[in-house]
Nanobody, 121 residues
Framework: QVRLVESGGGLVQPGGSLRLSCAAS????????MRWYRQAPGKERELVAS???????NYADSVKGRFTISRENAKNMVFLQMNSLKPEDTAVYYC???????????????WGQGTQVTVSS
């Protein structure tokens, strides 16, 4: 029903910037939350940033002030602008959609395939 496709990852030097994009298609309801997660080798997947359909944002302490999540609803796109990148930001980044169909239905959870971000000199 819903497909998420991430893009924009790559190799960047410390201090550099990248912008990740997530294109969403399918049955996306008005009330939803978009999230970016990341998972580094040997570590658990962690929540990086979230953005509700009402515009509320939350960030992990490790990225606050450096990363910005945004969305362009007309294009069903969500973005993660990453500045001042550090080697510890190296991970596979995943786009996540929590879709709220309505009362009594509960949320639905969808994931993209992930995009690799490598921060190294």
């Amino acid at each position: 029903q819903v497909r998420l496709v991430e893009s924009g990852g790559g190799l960047v030097q410390p201090g550099g910037s990248l912008r990740l994009s997530c294109a969403a298609s399918g049955s996306i309801f008005r009330i939803n939350t978009m999230r970016w997660y990341r998972q580094a080798p040997g570590k658990e997947r962690e929540l990086v940033a979230s953005l509700t359909s009402g515009g509320s944002t939350n960030y992990a302490d490790s990225v606050k002030g450096r990363f910005t999540i945004s969305r362009e609803n007309a294009k069903n796109m969500v973005f993660l602008q990453m500045n001042s990148l550090k080697p510890e930001d190296t991970a596979v980044y995943y786009c996540n959609l929590v879709n709220y169909r309505g009362p009594g239905w509960g949320p639905s959870d969808y994931w993209g395939q992930g995009t690799q971000v490598t921060v190294s000199s």
